[in-house]
């Protein structure tokens, strides 16, 4: 079964940092481009950060660029997001996706971790 | 970075109707749009990919339209399991962007 699995998530203070991980199992991860994509209580879907199947493409939204950074794992099947210098307006329910290729759409979903940033 | 919009931001609708949503964009992003939904609690499910492919496994009372800057999702005759909230993403560029959600009560 095609699955993605996040971690990391929890209460965290303003400033603090917090590492994300998302497990992959059912599929090979190293073919796939992922992103991670947020959801605050009540609010719409935003898009924090992409990377390409092999780690070579990045890119962020404005709102987290120079504080979050993504990464990736091959070897482990496993997607990253590190996030600093955080705010209360990071707290949200954060998705692991994945990318497929051929469809060019983000075609399997985590079912999300939740991150609070709160004193 | 390219805006979305997103019309209506809510709807009721009953059994049966044919339900329309549309979505904007900014700038040309010739097709490459995908629309999603969501229930309340669950993560987001593909439902049309580069505009008007039907994702599979989703029923064909699903079905998009549009290029360019405007698109479309019809559902031609809403089910109960229909209520939830919709959401257009272009990934035409970095930085991808949804629109703001539709949400259909019904």
Known sequence: EVQLLESGGGLVQPGGSLRLSCAASGFTFSNFGMSWVRQAAGKGLEWVSGISHSGGIISYGDSVKGRFAISRDNSKNTLYLQMNSLRAEDTAVYYCVRRSSGLDAFDIWGQGTMVTVSA | ?106
């Open chain 2, 1 to 106: 970075a390219i805006q979305m919009t997103q019309s209506p931001s809510s709807l009721s609708a009953s059994v049966g109707d044919r339900v329309t949503i549309t979505c904007r964009a900014s700038q040309d992003i010739r097709n490459d749009l995908g629309w999603y939904q969501q229930k309340p609690g669950k993560a987001p499910n593909l439902l049309i990919y580069a505009a008007s492919s039907l994702q599979s496994g989703v029923p064909s009372r699903f079905s998009g339209s549009g290029s360019g800057t405007d698109f479309t999702l019809t559902i031609s005759s809403l089910q109960p399991e229909d209520f939830a909230t919709y959401y257009c993403l272009q990934d035409y560029n970095y930085p991808f962007t949804f629109g703001p959600g539709t949400k259909v009560d019904i």
